[in-house]
């Protein structure tokens, strides 16, 4: 199986900074498919950002945006004026086109957005 | 719109009991839906995902099952649950990835 590993269990952030989390993982595949998740003290589940492999360009969804280096297989999240709805767990998952739908996570990133 | 149910929001069992977690979809037909489970200071680990009615794959080995009768239901199940069962689970559906996820359930085993 495929590993994804989130290094930062907590990270803080001033209202209104810049934050980036950070995400690796081990795959022997070529193509394959890169993903934000976001765990708000809800616990609903939310798709942040997606990002295909075989793309250059670094996806971006408004003031989230990665930093996709397939050779370094890094995949960090950069959350740009971050605002205090942005406090939750955030997970890194990775996902096989090849082997069906298997899909692996991360252990969560814990980010605290102080006011 | 497409909305996920997943019940019960908490439950305590004894060891040695069964379980029965139920995960219904609305709004879309012949999704891919998926049972994670959350243990404490974890990611997600994946246990089953199934692609269509009867169709599921197992993801790890474990005292768990999972069925699908009907297109839009999947149910996780347990004869005898252990110790280790303990987490947060939670049923997710979406076309090529998990999209939209329940509400989880906590499961305490005493």
């Known amino acids: 199986a495929q590993t994804v590993t989130q290094s930062q269990p907590e990270m803080s952030v001033q209202e209104a900074e810049t934050v980036t989390l950070s995400c690796t993982y081990d795959t022997s595949e070529s193509d394959y498919y890169l993903f934000w998740y976001k765990q708000p003290p809800s616990r609903q589940m939310i798709l942040v950002i997606r990002?295909?492999?075989?793309?250059?360009q670094n996806a971006t969804e408004n003031r989230f945006s990665v930093n996709f280096q397939k050779a370094a297989k890094s995949f960090s999240l950069k959350i740009s004026d971050s605002q205090l709805g942005d406090a939750a767990m955030y997970f890194c998952a990775y996902r096989s086109p090849n082997t069906g739908n298997q899909f692996y996570f991360g252990t969560g990133t814990s980010l605290t957005v102080i006011p | 719109s497409q909305t996920i149910h997943q019940w019960p929001a908490t439950l305590v069992q004894p060891v040695g009991s069964p379980l029965s977690l139920e995960c219904t979809v609305e709004?879309?037909?012949?999704?891919?839906l998926y049972w994670y489970r959350q243990a404490a200071g974890r990611g997600l680990q994946l246990l089953f995902y199934?692609?269509?009615?009867?169709?599921i794959s197992s993801e790890v080995p474990q005292n768990l099952s999972a069925s699908r009768p009907q297109d839009r239901q999947f149910i996780l199940s347990s004869k005898k649950l252990l110790l280790s069962d303990s987490g947060f689970y939670l049923c997710a559906w979406g076309t090529n990835q998990p999209q939209h996820f329940g509400d989880g359930t906590r499961l305490s085993i005493l």
């Open positions: 709004g879309t037909s012949n999704p891919n």
């Open positions: 990002q295909e492999a075989y793309k250059q």
């Open positions: 199934s692609v269509g009615i009867g169709q």
